[in-house]
């Protein structure tokens, strides 16, 4: 058996991954020590969902206001959407 390629080059690069390589792969749960085990787990069923999905259609307006906010932007329409319900 010839000797692989490194994955890693002199400069700290990563080649590109061929078929051949992916052979002598191992899933993640067998090289992982114990501990590190559970981080790789799926995020169980919410035990009490407080939340439903749903499809809503809105301007372009709103919608580029609640975006340029940043990440979280859909709960602060939740939010917004809250304070005029109780306020109502």
Do not use: C
């Not at 400069?11 to 992982?32: N, Q, S, W, Y």
């Not at 939740?78 to 109502?88: A, C, I, M, P």
């Amino acid at each position: 058996m010839k000797p692989r390629k490194p994955l890693i080059d002199e400069d700290g690069e990563v080649r590109e991954i061929t078929a051949e390589d992916m052979k002598h792969f191992r899933p993640a749960h067998e090289v992982l020590p114990d501990g590190m085990k559970t981080v790789l787990g799926v995020r169980g069923a919410q035990k009490s969902p407080t939340k439903e999905r749903i499809t809503i259609r809105l301007s372009p307006e709103v919608l580029a206001h609640f975006r340029s906010t940043g990440k979280g932007w859909q709960g602060r329409i939740d939010s917004v959407l809250e304070e005029w319900v109780r306020s109502h």
